[in-house]
């Protein structure tokens, strides 16, 4: 039996879109779809590149230090790729079994999941190349910059908006 009630916008007012739990549903995956293909090709592309470095001949002039910190990256990265990639499958396996709510719910949780993975992925990658290219200790100073510009871009920002916008809404 398919549900014809209408949902309320995520605040949980009546004014929002009025849709039934399976519109919503293939709304927010396809949503959730755009969003994973520009975060799995930037983690694709970033993965090749790791994976490549341990071929080239200055690989062998690494110090321990920075094999290990190559080592975790590349943990990370292929972690990252997984949980990225993840969604797809887990829609995959679960299409045509009536169940789109929750794997939306599931396939954005692993997503969040990744991104937490490439934000880590990314400092670790950061930490590593300018330790090689800068043989100096800038390189932690740098990256520590570089993932506080992350946490701005990607959670300050946006929890600005939010604010910004419920504090007009209430207006």
């Not at 937490?116 to 100073?141: D, E, G, K, P, Q």
């Amino acid at each position: 039996m398919t549900s014809t009630a209408r949902l309320p916008d995520s605040q949980g007012r009546g004014g929002g879109r009025d849709e039934t739990p399976e519109e919503r549903a293939d709304r927010r995956w396809t949503d959730l779809l755009q969003e994973l293909r520009v975060a799995q090709t930037g983690v694709q592309i970033l993965f090749g590149f790791l994976i490549a470095v341990v071929f080239q001949p200055r690989f062998g002039g690494l110090s321990d230090t920075d094999r290990t910190i190559y080592v975790v990256t590349v943990m990370l990265g292929s972690a990252t790729a997984a949980a990225l990639i993840g969604p797809v499958s887990y829609h995959r396996l679960l299409t045509g079994r009536r169940l789109k709510p929750q794997t939306v719910a599931w396939a954005s949780r692993m997503t969040v999941l990744g991104l937490i993975l490439l934000f880590c992925t990314m400092c670790s990658t950061l930490l590593l190349v300018l330790r090689v290219a800068l043989h100096n200790s800038v390189a932690l100073w740098l990256v520590g910059a570089m993932a506080l510009w992350f946490v701005i871009c990607w959670l300050v920002f946006p929890a600005w908006a939010l604010a910004r916008s419920s504090s007009v809404r209430g207006k």
